[in-house]
């Protein structure tokens, strides 16, 4: 009976040895490809700073130690990254309530397209965006988040 139990453990011990081997280079990778790199200047220059996700900032005031909030003028996303900056931090959409009441919108002189403008910006898996200006958001990023799609 020992000698039966002494081979169980031995061939759980294999096994689980095994699939640690199998499971860590997935891991690994699922990792190495959900990342998204900002830069202060356009076409990506200046300082820079990459993240890996996923990640959620409510504000970037430290991000490895330096404030980079409203500074952020170009980035990048690895394979499997989805980046959503926001003009406010703590992911909020200020304009986008006001939208739900057009008279005090009209009454601070603002439209319904400057209310648009103030929502969030989502990019993709292997986006390049050389100027955030591009999109009237250079520049203005205080909160962000990092999400990783998956393969299939």
């Known amino acids: 009976m020992n000698k039966i139990n002494s081979v169980c453990r031995t061939i759980e011990s294999i096994l689980l040895t095994a699939a640690l081997l199998v499971l ?7 990792d190495k490809d959900c990342w998204v790199e900002f830069f202060q200047g356009s076409q990506y220059s200046g300082d820079r700073f990459r993240l890996d996700g996923p990640i959620r900032l409510d504000n970037l005031r430290t991000v490895q130690g330096k404030n980079w909030e409203l500074e952020i003028s170009s980035l990048k996303t690895g394979p499997r990254a989805k980046v959503t900056v926001f003009e406010n931090t703590n992911f909020k959409l200020t304009l986008k309530e006001m939208e739900k009441y057009p008279e005090l919108l009209h009454s601070l002189g603002l439209t319904e397209k400057d209310a648009m403008e103030d929502k969030e910006l989502i990019f993709g898996a292997n986006s390049n965006i050389h100027d955030l200006s591009d999109f009237n958001f250079r520049k203005k990023i205080r909160s962000l988040k990092i999400d990783c799609e998956s393969r299939f």
Do not use: E
């Open 24 to 30: 860590a280079p997935a891991v690994h990778a699922k």
